[in-house]
């Protein structure tokens, strides 16, 4: 079966200290994985994505994530958090090959962030 | 233009109304989706187009009523809604062909129905 565990629902850091936050995955063929961030009442943005090539992949806002694939796992991580990171943060996995694409998201994790 | 816009933000209606969310994009995506999202929880597909063609129906009930009327545009007719259909509906295009196919995602419109 298809899916994507965020094991953290819910995570507080101090500003300025690093972050890691966790997605684990279950899919049959290699997926296309993301990580998107919402912060309250607005949409979701991506973060960054990944498919093949280096397995680390930077994305916007300082924000890298780790594909390993013998763990099934594709971590986000940041080096320092800013007060502007606290939002909810889900990864997501899809098909390849082009054309729409159904996703399959993670349940999210809520990240608050302390001055 | 990388933007989705959603019109309206906030959308409060009784369970008799019949009232339409609407969705544009101009970056000349061929698949759109509509979502939905209660509190704390994760999007949850409803509908796709794809080329301006219903290519999947997540089962949602009839009192949801999709309409993709160009490559532009994708509404979401609301009818008889229950108060339990109250979430943030997301609106997302992402292009067709090859490569990561990723979707963007417009701001949403809060749906209340009293």
């Known amino acids: 079966a298809q899916s994507v565990t965020q094991p953290d629902i819910h995570i507080t850091v101090s500003e300025g200290a690093s972050l890691e936050l966790r997605c684990n995955y279950s899919?049959?063929?290699?997926?296309?994985l993301f990580w998107y961030v919402q912060s309250p009442g607005q949409g979701l943005q991506l973060l960054l994505k990944?498919?093949?090539?280096?397995?680390l992949v930077q994305g916007i806002k300082g924000f890298e994530a780790e594909f390993k694939r013998s763990q099934s796992s594709f971590n986000l991580r940041k080096p320092s958090v800013h007060w502007s990171d606290a939002a909810e943060y889900f990864c997501?996995?899809?098909?390849?090959?082009?054309?729409?694409?159904?996703?399959?998201f993670g349940a999210g994790t809520r990240l608050a962030v302390h001055p | 233009d990388t933007e989705v816009t959603q019109t309206p933000k906030h959308l409060v209606m009784g369970m008799t109304n019949k009232k339409s969310l609407k969705c544009e994009q101009h970056?000349?995506?061929?698949?759109m989706y509509w979502y939905k999202q209660k509190a704390k929880k994760p999007p949850e597909l409803m509908f796709v187009?794809?080329?301006?063609?219903?290519?999947i129906n997540e089962s949602v009930p009839s009192r949801f009523s999709p309409e993709c009327p160009n490559s532009s545009l994708l509404n979401l007719h609301l009818h008889a809604l229950q108060p339990e259909d109250s979430a943030l509906y997301l609106c997302?295009?992402?292009?067709?062909?090859?490569?990561?196919?990723?979707?963007?995602f417009g701001p949403g419109t809060r749906l209340t129905v009293l």
């Open positions: 990944y498919f093949s090539g280096d397995t």
């Open positions: 187009y794809s080329y301006e063609k219903l290519s």
């Open positions: 899919y049959g063929a290699t997926p296309y």
């Open positions: 997302a295009s992402s292009q067709e062909g090859g490569g990561i196919n990723e979707q963007f």
């Open positions: 997501a996995v899809g098909p390849g090959g082009g054309g729409y694409n159904k996703l399959i």
């Open positions: 970056m000349g995506h061929r698949a």
